[in-house]
């Protein structure tokens, strides 16, 4: 038997949907406890329910410690990229010569190469 296509938009049931979040909770849970022991990775991850309760998994012995670890990264990172902004707004600094995707706090973001930047494909 062949798994139909779910699709993504909320459930209306109440029962349905508190049965889904449980089994796919269950699921992350147990994916996110597998990567952590097959690829040595610190993970860690935390779900508000609809009515508030909190589930939370941590690799290592304190989710906290897995946080101040992300807050520290994302705090460096964020320095380094205003360093470079401040540096390409004076007209000084490195310059790419490539495009490419970059991991941001906000998500993915395209940049483009000088070519592009220029208008020249």
Do not use: P
């Amino acid at each position: 038997m062949v798994r139909g296509k779910t699709l993504m938009k909320r459930i209306e049931n109440t029962t349905s949907r508190q049965v889904t979040f449980s089994k796919r909770r269950s699921g992350l849970l147990k994916k996110a406890f597998e990567l952590s022991v097959l690829c040595d990775a610190e993970v860690a991850f935390i779900i508000f329910s609809h009515n508030g309760k909190l589930y939370e998994f941590s690799s290592c012995s304190e989710i906290d410690e897995t946080i101040e670890r992300y807050q520290k990264k994302d705090k460096a990172q964020t320095d380094i990229q205003e360093n470079i902004q401040g540096q390409r707004e004076k007209g000084g600094g490195a310059r790419r010569r490539g495009g490419g995707d970059r991991k941001l706090k906000g998500g993915w973001r395209r940049t483009a190469s000088l070519g592009e930047a220029s208008g020249r494909r």
